[in-house]
């Protein structure tokens, strides 16, 4: 069974960083393609980043330059490095697995929230 | 960038059908995907490849894509049903993902 677990969410001042973990089970992260989602509260789903099977990374424009995607194959785990983290990126942070297109299995989330 | 464009809501009476859009400039060349999302809850894939269904959705989940818009439609609606359905693309472009705004499905 697909499982995906997020955590490392806090409240955390503006400037400051933070690094999601997602810890899966039941498939190997490095033959998959491992994506961010986020919701801010009240809002819709914004895409934040993906890593690719392969190794390649993108990210959207929003958190381009502070955040950085990552894993580790001994652990079957995914990060969101966030860096100079601002108001706005307060939200409930996904994480999902499927392909390049979209997102076939996701967790629960872990919620940032970024005020002073 | 590229934009998707849905409803902010649409209602329907139990056992009858519900049609969300998703609009998007030649969104028929593109791949579309759902997702339905209760409160609290982390989204679920229902539709994938414009009209593919994961294992476990309920055949009344259908889709359909043409033109400069998607549709989702779920028949013979459910109390259940009740939820945010947003519509997802890959823009191959920026190879990033787009999101829809989201529609909330009332149930009457």
């Known amino acids: 069974e697909v499982q995906l677990v997020e955590s490392g969410g806090g409240l955390i001042q503006p400037g400051e960083s933070l690094r999601l973990s997602c810890a899966a089970s039941g498939f190997i992260v490095r033959n998959n393609y491992m994506t961010w989602v986020r919701q801010a509260p009240g809002e819709g789903l914004e895409w934040v980043s993906i890593l690719y099977a392969g190794g390649s990374t993108f990210y959207a424009d929003s958190v381009k330059g502070r955040f950085t995607i990552s894993r580790d194959n001994s652990k079957n785990t995914v990060y969101l490095q966030m860096n100079r983290l601002r108001v706005e990126d307060t939200a409930v942070y996904y994480c999902?697995?499927?392909?390049?297109?979209?997102?076939?299995?996701w967790g629960q989330g872990t919620l940032v929230t970024v005020s002073s | 960038s590229y934009v998707l464009t849905q409803p902010p809501s649409v209602s329907v009476a139990p056992g009858k059908t519900a049609n969300i859009s998703c609009g998007g400039n030649h969104i028929g060349t593109k791949s579309v995907h759902w997702y339905q999302q209760k409160p609290g809850q982390a989204p679920v894939l229902v539709i994938y490849?414009?009209?593919d269904r994961p294992s476990g959705i309920p055949e009344r989940f259908s889709g359909s894509n043409s033109g400069n818009t998607a549709t989702l439609t779920i028949s013979r609606v459910e109390a259940g049903d009740e939820a945010d359905y947003s519509c997802?693309?890959?823009?191959?472009?920026?190879?990033?993902?787009?999101f829809g705004g989201g529609t909330k499905l009332t149930v009457l």
């Open positions: 997802q693309v890959w823009d191959t472009i920026t190879d990033h993902w787009v």
């Open positions: 490849y414009d009209t």
């Open positions: 999902a697995r499927g392909s390049k297109d979209y997102g076939e299995d």
